[in-house]
Every structure is written in C-alpha cells, then in structure tokens.
C-alpha cells in the first residue's frame, strides 16, 4: 500500500491476518483509525466504555481461539482497558489493543495534551505479553503482524501496539519486511513422548488433569482417548472445563477440593498427567493438593514447568500435539488398562457433588443448563453463584464456559456475552 497512512495500513494489517470484528470507541485520537475503519469488510462493535470494549474482546477470543481486537484512544482509553487485559492476560486469551497515543514529540513529558499518560507502554507491559510503539509509517505493517502471531503462539497472552496520533496521518512508502522472531513450533520431543508413554504403561492409577490449555489448544478429543486407554479419570481446573465432555464416563469436572471423594481419588493415584495447567495457587489450595510421585507435564510455557510444581518428566509442548502423539502411540501398542473402574469414578462424582459448596442450589444450575443447548455458551462474573456454578454447571463442549477465573474482576460476564 504504497502512499497509504498508517492508519489505512494498520486496518489493511488486520484484515490480511483475517480479523474480522473490532471492538471500541470513537475518540479524537483514533478518528484516523476508523476512517480507513469505514471503508472495511472488518465490523466493528461499538462500546459504551473502552472495558466493555476490552471484555467483549475477551470474549471473542475465548469463543473463537482467535485474536480479539479492541481500538483505545490514550489515556483514559487505555486505564479502562487495562482491567479485561489483566483478565485475560491472567487467563491466557490472546487480545490485540491497538492504542493511540499523544504526538510523538510529546510522548511522557506531560505537556497537557488532552488524554495524557505517561509512560502507557510501561502500564501495558505489566499485562501484555508483548508491547510495541509504532515510530515510523513504515513500521505499522510488521508490527501488528508480530503482534498477532505473538497473541496465539506458544502461550495465548494480550499484545498491545501503540501509533502516536501524528503518526497515524502519515503516508508511508513501502512496508518493512515482516519476519516474525517468535518460534512457532512447539511439537513435543518424540523421546519424550516414548517415555511418558512408557510410564503411564508401568502406573496402576492414572489420574489425568487438563487446565485451560487444554482446551485452548483443542486437545479434548486426544485426551478423552488417552483416558479411555487408561481407566483414568479426568479431573479440570475451572478454566479446562469442557476439556471433555463432563457426562463422560470418566470426567469429573472441577470438583477436586480439599478432603472430598475427589480429593480421596487422587491420592490413591501413582501417576498425574497435566496437561496446559499452571498448578496455580487457587486450583490447589494453595499448594495443599497432594500431587502422585509421577507427575508427567505438557506446558508450553518453559518458564513455568517448575513454577508451582516439579514434574518428574517435563514435556515442553502444545497440549494438543503433545496428547495426539502419546494417544496415537497408546493406540498403536494396544495399552489397554484397567486403572479406574467407570462406576468408581461416577460415585466419586455423586459423593463428590453431594458435598460441594453451594449443592442446595443445583436445582437452579440445572434449569439453566436444561434450557442451553449442548454446545451453548455461558458467561459467568464473581458472584455466588457463579463459584457455586465453577464446580457444579456441566461443560460438554470446549470454549462454552467463560469466567473471570484468574484475576477475578467484577463487571466481566455481560460485555462477554455480547
């Protein structure tokens, strides 16, 4: 796009990468933007306040797996965005912000340029997994790409991409050659696969726990196989809800908590396989839940392997890649096992239910899910009802259930579900 602005550059960016929704506010500083907005197939969803933007984003994300993108003004724009990226950075959704800011010359001296901020790179880094200032016209176009391919490679984390205001009119010549330094190959180590798989073969009692990577990455269906071969019961933190369809004979949801039947389950077990989890604080009590001696892990974030727990084989992968290939190898040797028996782990599930916090309320979760289709979608806040719904509500399909699971902020289920 030669001669074309930044701004006319940006939004063709985005629609070579096949965004296809944006979602914000007009505002003085971005009215470049949405010029070259207006003459675009992208659709764009207009918010009240630039949180509803940023969370009706977060949404889009969530439901699709793809980038959602929200267009802020500076300032003030930013500040109210930051919240749902906090969220989402929490909870591992890759967002797009694409920001304006003041002129370039007055960028963080407090000149008293209307929606001044200084320093709004240093505010975004703190919640995005990579932060970027277009400083030239020619500079928009590799940017963004960098910033979309980062959303959803390796760990799925906001990115934000900030274009002064003077530099959005701008006409620029040829675009810089884009070559993204990101790795995007992230298949499990084919050595590391025979040995997880050769000590699943040796445990009696495989215990299988999925995060939210595992449904973000669509390692469901490899995963339900892998149980299947191994009488292993399949237990979720709140985010892997739907990992497997939790009327499956071998699911038991988000149920494990402290002294209860899963609880009891699990510490009979000899071998925990993780796949996509953190093995956070909240979904362990804080570090309390007994963890089996072999605990195998599939985590595409290295720096995270030996964060909250040390596995005794770690698997640097996708989880989708990871599960395919051991399911596949499982397959091929025939390992049938006979761990858990099916009807001992749906009386784990009754007993474990029974005790749960706020059981004299299923009768209302049960209505709701009634009503919803197997596939359909819903949007939860930081309510009672909701904590209630995190380990009682049945997920049958991935991406169908959304809560503000990792930052914990208010005001997140509506602007969700639009």
Partial sequence: MDDATAAQIAVATLERHGVDVVFGIPGVHTLALYDALSTSPIRHVLARHEGGAGFMADGYARATGRPGVAVVITGPGITNIATP?????????????????????????????????????G???????????????????????????????????????EIPLDILDMSSGPAREWSSSIDKTFYPSPELVDEAVARLQCADRVVIYCGGGAVSSGAGESIAIIAEHLSAPVIT????????????????????????????????????LVFGSKLGAQATENFDFPLPPELIRVEIDAEEMFLNARPSLPIVADARLAAEAIAALLVTQDSQ?????????????????????????????????????????????MTMMSYVACGLFPVYSPRTFFFPSGFGTLGFALPVAL
């Fill in 85 to 121: 990226v906090g969220e989402a950075y929490a909870d591992s959704s890759p967002l797009l912000i694409l920001s304006a800011n003041v002129p370039s010359s007055h960028i963080d001296l407090m000149r008293g340029n209307l929606h001044d901020l200084k320093d709004q790179l």
């Fill in 123 to 161: 505010l975004m880094r703190t919640i995005t997994k990579w932060n970027a200032r277009v400083e030239r016209p020619d500079e928009v176009e590799p940017l963004l790409s960098e910033a979309l391919h980062c959303s959803t490679t390796g760990r799925h984390r906001p990115v934000h991409v």
């Fill in 337 to 381: 096992r006979s761990g858990y028996d099916p009807e001992q782990v749906t009386d784990v599930r009754r007993r474990a239910q029974q005790h749960a916090f706020g059981v004299e309320r299923l009768d209302y979760l049960a209505a709701l899910r009634d009503a919803l289709p197997r596939d359909g979608i819903s949007c939860w806040d």
């Fill in 237 to 272: 933190s709140i985010m892997g809800k739907g990992s497997i369809p939790e009327d499956h004979p071998l699911a038991l949801g988000a149920l494990w908590s402290p002294g209860n039947a899963v609880d009891e389950l699990v510490r009979t077990a000899d071998c925990l």
